[in-house]
């Protein structure tokens, strides 16, 4: 039995005769963080579409937890362990920011339809439960202070993040972030960085991480797939991707300097 939280073999993906993905290969190990990087329209979206069902694979084929996902959908890779944030943030604007956080505890709710309709004691003791966990996710951001506060109203950032904690309600095994530091200052980055470790640590999951900033990536990944046209030309670790002439070529171009 291996040591694979996540597996992809050969996933293959093409819309209209063009190859959107191709032979895609992935091995996720408990508690490491992957970076998915390569240039726009690479494919990394597309992988991460693959990964949670939005998309089903041409060929190929994907082990979560040691179960092949072929006829699991979206709502079942969720609930087996798979959960997202989105490049463009999807939370529910004109709910409050504890409100969005307790949706993402669906799979954990253990009362009925008809405890619901009829507010049975159970009801209110489940409410209550999903209530205290999700403040205690809002701890992990400091964020017990914007709880009775509309998502619209938070500043990009602070949207990010309650999108990260909401995906994070569903006690996923595998993580994944689409550009979690897209529109963050220096200082808010670098607390996404201590959070996301401290997240691993506490909650012992893996994270694959798209993001285009380059210092970000290369310092807190333990393990990068480089992307270009939908094919995966380089893997390793970082100090492995930053010395990767192809790499450099096809996207890096000369950007990523140490410590700027």
């Not at 990394?44 to 579409?49: E, I, Y």
């Not at 604007?93 to 507010?119: A, P, Q, W």
């Amino acid at each position: 039995m291996n040591n694979y939280v996540l597996e992809c073999k050969d996933l293959n993906l093409s819309f209209k005769g063009h190859h959107a993905v191709k032979d895609f290969n992935l091995k996720v190990e408990k508690e490491k963080v992957y970076g998915l990087i390569g240039p726009n329209g690479a494919g990394k979206t597309t992988v991460l579409n693959l990964l949670t069902k939005v998309y089903k694979p041409n060929s190929g084929f994907m082990l979560l937890n040691g179960k092949d996902t072929k006829k699991m959908s979206s709502i079942q890779i969720n609930k087996q362990g798979i959960a997202r944030t989105f490049q463009n943030i999807r939370l529910f604007k004109e709910m409050t920011v504890l409100e969005n956080i307790m949706v993402g505890f669906h799979n954990d709710l253990k009362y009925s339809l008809l405890d619901s309709v009829f507010r049975t004691p159970k009801y209110f003791s489940e409410e209550k439960r999903i209530k205290d966990k999700s403040i205690d996710l809002l701890s992990i951001f400091n964020m017990e202070d914007k709880a009775d506060t509309l998502s619209k109203n938070l500043s990009y950032g602070a949207q990010r993040r309650v999108e990260i904690l909401r995906a994070l309600s569903t006690s996923p095994s595998v993580l994944l972030l689409d550009e979690p530091a897209a529109g963050m200052n220096s200082s808010e980055t670098l607390n996404l960085f201590n959070v996301i470790n401290k997240i691993k640590d506490k909650f012992k999951i893996s994270f694959i991480i798209i993001e285009h900033n380059m210092n970000f990536i290369m310092k807190i990944c333990n393990y990068i797939y480089v992307l270009n046209q939908g094919k995966t030309i380089a893997q390793g670790k970082p100090e492995e991707i930053q010395n990767n002439k192809e790499v450099e070529s096809a996207y890096l171009g000369g950007q990523y300097v140490e410590g700027k």
